[in-house]
């Protein structure tokens, strides 16, 4: 709006915008005077960042949606989508130069509006697995049976039991999701900020265009990559601090279940502790809490006799399974301890039996009964 007058502009750079991709040239010629220079580099940032900022939410939006307005069919065309690495797969929301990434291991930040940038997985046996070319579940590969059906398997044979025929061809991708693809996304976005890459389900990754120092979980299934200009690096490593700060990262506790033993009242538990099980315990049944009155419950093995309302309230209680705590994550510290009681002096009961010490040193000795854990 305010050029300088005929005579300045031979001497100052010649801003030109390619109509096509929006690309900034500057051509740089003999400056008269600081003011000068200083008025066109000005001038020159705002062209930049407005050309960064608009091509960069156009350049989201045409690898974003195309992926998912695929046709399920066409796996070429999804394969082209799943992950840019040329300037006509991005159009113009490839950085004018490369973005300072750090990988933050074990660790998912705060995120702002985050977009998904890959199609989820499909869920094993029940899904067609042909336009994603991925499986939710570990060990699980897609299989192809024909060109209307995929579905992911362990394995794959010609003739299934149902005696149907199947192609078996390995419909994965080919280059399946990963840390290194989720970085190298956000690299190359003009908008993108943080990326959260998540390697359950067959893998995730979630771009946002917002800098948070927020840890939110920790597990190390998660990698955050924080992707800006290299002259933020500065700002880039007081975020780091403010994380730091926050690990090791204490989960949140479960929510303690409290359950009722036989001959008690469930009521108000309405689930019940005690199973029956097999001598090898390889078979258990939880006891059932049933209503006998409006007064009282109770958990039982077999059905209440017919005097009982009969009324079930509940089941056993859930039995969870804690993964090792991620390498980001505060130990809680000791909450179960084994105690074995041994009479060191007794001989053994059978002259050809060992004795109680004997049996004790040798489960030291070999990390076996409660010392395995």
Not at 125 to 132: K, L, V
Not at 238 to 265: I, M, R, Y
Not at 317 to 342: D, E, W
Request: aromatic share 8%; hydrophobic share 35%.
């Amino acid at each position: 709006e305010h050029a300088p007058g005929r005579a300045m502009e031979e001497e100052t750079p010649m801003l030109s915008r390619a109509e096509s991709d929006c690309e900034v040239e500057q051509r740089v010629v003999t400056l008269r005077g600081a003011s000068v220079r200083k008025r066109v580099a000005k001038f020159a940032a705002a062209v930049g960042a407005a050309c960064a900022i608009v091509l960069g939410a156009v350049g989201i939006e045409r690898w974003r949606f195309p992926m998912a307005a695929a046709p399920s069919d066409d796996r070429s065309f999804l394969r082209a989508q799943q992950y840019p690495t040329s300037a006509p797969e991005l159009g113009a929301a490839l950085v004018p130069r490369p973005k300072h990434c750090v990988r933050v291991p074990g660790v998912k930040l705060a995120e702002t509006a985050p977009v998904p940038i890959w199609s989820a997985c499909s869920a094993k046996w029940s899904e067609d697995c042909s336009a994603t070319g991925c499986c939710q579940d570990h060990g699980m590969t897609c299989y192809q049976k024909n060109d209307g059906w995929s579905a992911c398997m362990e394995s794959c044979d010609d003739i299934d039991s149902m005696n149907e025929s199947w192609t078996c061809k390995d419909m994965g991708l080919e280059n399946p999701h990963s840390d290194k693809m989720c970085q190298e996304a956000c690299s190359s976005l003009a908008t993108c900020a943080v990326a959260i890459y998540n390697s359950d389900s067959g893998g995730s990754c979630s771009i946002s265009v917002q800098l948070q120092h927020e840890v939110v979980w920790a597990a190390d299934n998660f990698v955050s990559h924080i992707c800006t200009d290299p002259s933020s690096k500065e700002e880039v490593n007081e975020l780091l601090e403010k994380v730091h700060q926050q690990l090791p990262f204490t989960n949140g506790a479960l929510e303690l279940e409290n359950c009722s033993w036989a001959g008690e009242d469930c009521s108000q538990t309405r689930c019940c502790n005690d199973y029956d099980c097999d001598r090898n315990f390889m078979h258990c049944q939880p006891y059932t809490c049933y209503q006998k009155s409006p007064y009282f419950s109770s958990c039982r093995k077999d059905a209440p006799p017919d005097s009982w309302d009969g009324a079930v309230l509940g089941g056993g209680r859930t039995h969870r399974s804690l993964a090792p705590a991620g390498s980001q994550v505060a130990l809680q510290g000791t909450s179960l301890y084994c105690f074995s009681v041994v009479n060191w002096a007794a001989p053994p009961p059978q002259p050809f039996w060992s004795s109680e010490a004997d049996l004790a040193k040798n489960i030291r000795e070999n990390g076996v009964g409660i010392m395995q854990c």
